[in-house]
């Protein structure tokens, strides 16, 4: 006979050591996006405080078009990495993820030659500071994109710890290099998007050989490959539409406020907008790092539940701290800012809710994703799009900074909305029989 007593300990074990290796993993995955927010968000706070109020709207225009450019490569490399390469190709993840590396080079290389084209359109119109933004970013964007696509890499080996080492290089080397340039006075936009180049490049330096990708394989390895590129083509027609469209409200501000109000209330949005960011990236580690199990949990019981809790579980943390970074804006913000950007601090009321209402349309469309079903993305983007381009420029005529920030709530509530009703259209699995 079986001795029962002597098994049972061992499966009441299992629990535990399954919760404890995932939260492990969660704070990982916070000390990932934490340590990277931390770096970006100190260049957009030395910015703000050292450079004119219309440079450092400059610098916010062309970042803004770098993030337009990541949402394509995000769209045809990150997303579909991260279903593939959680799925068919995880067998052979170091080979495939190389293959993702040339891809990203000749994906770039398109990259830079547009924002050099916008930087010398800028320059023939006489904005000098923000032809000097397009031109830096154009040089920049190769290996500023690399690491985005690295840290995700390492969540479908479900190893966010790899990312967050890379994060805390990329933290280390941005701080160090921003603080030479502060100190040597050679501190404007061209040499902050070079230092954050800089640390991108250490991160992937570490990443590359943390992840086993090879740099030189077999010759006849591209061709194993080329279903794999040809499906992520397929997932990117729908994907790139979808993200380019899912970037206006997020980024699109940044692109029309200087022409409907001026480059200096762009840096004062941009200032408010800064605080917002940690939450919002912290909405997209987490919903990197639990696509991989909604990919392997989709044809499971319980996938709704599963859902539901994780949505909860990334949109509360932003909700219980929207009161106390809009409420202690006139303490928190002369320090952050030195006294700048004091008459903006209202808009925190309103943009601090907005990652909540992000992590909820974000985490659906993560399920949306798992199920390889990324058309179902698009008409929740449309929906935004419809509200930020209907309502900005009547909004923003009649309310400024304010009309504008409640536009942009407006498009992400919109999302939101059209999620939830989708959702209850995704495919549920068959229940096993008995």
Same mark, same amino acid.
């Given at each position: 006979?079986?001795?029962?007593?002597?098994?049972?300990?061992?499966?009441?074990?299992?629990?535990?050591?399954h919760?404890?290796?995932?939260?492990?993993?969660?704070?990982?995955?916070?000390?990932?996006?934490?340590?990277?927010?931390?770096?970006?968000?100190?260049?957009?706070?030395?910015?703000?405080?050292?450079?004119?109020?219309a440079?450092?709207?400059?610098?916010?225009?062309?970042?803004?078009?770098?993030?337009?450019?990541?949402?394509?490569?995000?769209?045809?490399?990150?997303?579909?990495?991260?279903?593939?390469?959680?799925?068919?190709?995880?067998?052979?993840?170091?080979?495939?993820?190389?293959?993702l590396?040339?891809?990203?080079?000749?994906?770039?290389?398109?990259?830079?030659a547009?924002?050099?084209?916008?930087?010398?359109?800028?320059?023939?119109?006489?904005?000098?500071?923000?032809?000097?933004?397009?031109?830096?970013?154009?040089?920049?964007?190769?290996?500023?994109?690399?690491p985005?696509?690295?840290?995700?890499?390492?969540?479908?080996?479900?190893?966010?710890?790899?990312?967050?080492?890379?994060?805390?290089?990329?933290?280390l080397?941005?701080f160090?290099?921003?603080?030479?340039?502060?100190?040597?006075?050679?501190?404007?936009?061209?040499?902050?998007?070079?230092?954050?180049?800089?640390?991108?490049?250490?991160?992937?330096?570490?990443?590359?050989?943390?992840?086993?990708?090879?740099?030189?394989?077999? /010759?006849? %390895?591209? !061709?194993?490959?080329?279903? *794999?590129?040809?499906?992520? #083509? =397929?997932?990117?027609?729908? $994907?790139?539409?979808?993200?380019?469209?899912?970037?206006?409200?997020?980024?699109?501000?940044?692109?029309?406020?200087?022409?409907?109000?001026?480059?200096?209330?762009?840096?004062?949005y941009?200032?408010?907008?800064?605080?917002?960011?940690?939450?919002?990236?912290?909405?997209?580690?987490m919903?990197?790092?639990?696509?991989?199990?909604?990919?392997?949990?989709?044809?499971?019981?319980?996938?709704?539940?599963?859902?539901?809790?994780?949505?909860?579980?990334?949109?509360?943390?932003?909700?219980?701290?929207?009161?106390?970074?809009a409420?202690?804006?006139?303490?928190?913000?002369?320090?952050?800012?030195?006294?700048?950007?004091?008459?903006?601090?209202?808009?925190?009321?309103?943009?601090?809710?907005?990652?909540?209402?992000?992590?909820? /349309?974000? %985490?659906? !469309?993560?399920a949306?994703? *798992?199920?390889?079903?990324? #058309? =179902?993305?698009?008409?929740? $983007?449309?929906?935004?799009?419809?509200?930020?381009?209907?309502?900005?420029?009547?909004?923003?005529?009649?309310?400024?900074?304010?009309?504008?920030?409640?536009?942009v709530?407006?498009?992400?509530?919109?999302?939101?909305?059209?999620?939830?009703v989708?959702?209850?259209k995704?495919?549920?699995?068959?229940?096993?029989?008995?």
């Amino acid at each position: 006979m079986p001795d029962v007593t002597a098994t049972t300990p061992g499966r009441g074990q299992a629990k535990p050591r399954h919760a404890r290796r995932w939260l492990g993993r969660g704070v990982y995955a916070l000390l990932d996006q934490g340590l990277y927010a931390a770096g970006n968000f100190a260049v957009q706070v030395l910015l703000a405080r050292l450079l004119p109020e219309a440079d450092y709207g400059a610098f916010a225009a062309g970042y803004a078009l770098l993030i337009l450019f990541g949402a394509v490569h995000t769209s045809f490399l990150t997303e579909p990495m991260l279903v593939f390469g959680s799925g068919r190709y995880r067998p052979r993840l170091p080979a495939y993820l190389h293959q993702l590396l040339r891809s990203h080079l000749k994906l770039t290389a398109g990259f830079a030659a547009a924002m050099l084209a916008c930087a010398a359109l800028a320059y023939s119109a006489q904005q000098a500071a923000l032809a000097e933004a397009l031109a830096a970013f154009s040089v920049a964007q190769l290996l500023i994109l690399l690491p985005w696509m690295l840290r995700d890499a390492a969540y479908v080996e479900s190893n966010p710890r790899c990312a967050a080492i890379a994060s805390g290089l990329y933290c280390l080397t941005l701080f160090a290099g921003l603080t030479v340039v502060q100190l040597t006075g050679t501190l404007r936009i061209a040499s902050a998007v070079a230092v954050m180049a800089a640390a991108s490049a250490v991160a992937s330096a570490y990443l590359i050989p943390a992840l086993r990708i090879p740099l030189k394989p077999p /010759h006849a %390895l591209p !061709h194993r490959f080329r279903p *794999a590129l040809a499906r992520h #083509r =397929r997932y990117g027609k729908w $994907a790139a539409p979808t993200n380019l469209i899912r970037f206006l409200p997020e980024h699109f501000p940044f692109l029309i406020l200087p022409y409907l109000l001026s480059y200096a209330d762009n840096g004062g949005y941009k200032a408010m907008n800064n605080l917002t960011v940690p939450f919002i990236l912290l909405i997209a580690s987490m919903s990197a790092l639990t696509l991989p199990v909604l990919v392997r949990r989709l044809q499971e019981p319980g996938f709704n539940r599963l859902l539901t809790g994780l949505t909860l579980g990334v949109a509360l943390p932003p909700l219980i701290c929207w009161p106390l970074i809009a409420g202690l804006a006139d303490w928190h913000i002369p320090l952050i800012y030195g006294g700048k950007y004091l008459d903006d601090t209202h808009l925190l009321w309103i943009l601090g809710i907005i990652p909540a209402v992000a992590a909820v /349309h974000t %985490l659906l !469309h993560a399920a949306f994703k *798992a199920a390889e079903q990324p #058309r =179902r993305v698009f008409p929740c $983007a449309v929906a935004a799009c419809l509200v930020l381009l209907t309502a900005c420029w009547p909004m923003t005529h009649t309310f400024g900074l304010t009309g504008m920030a409640l536009t942009v709530l407006a498009s992400h509530l919109a999302q939101a909305i059209v999620a939830l009703v989708l959702i209850r259209k995704l495919h549920h699995p068959p229940v096993a029989n008995a």
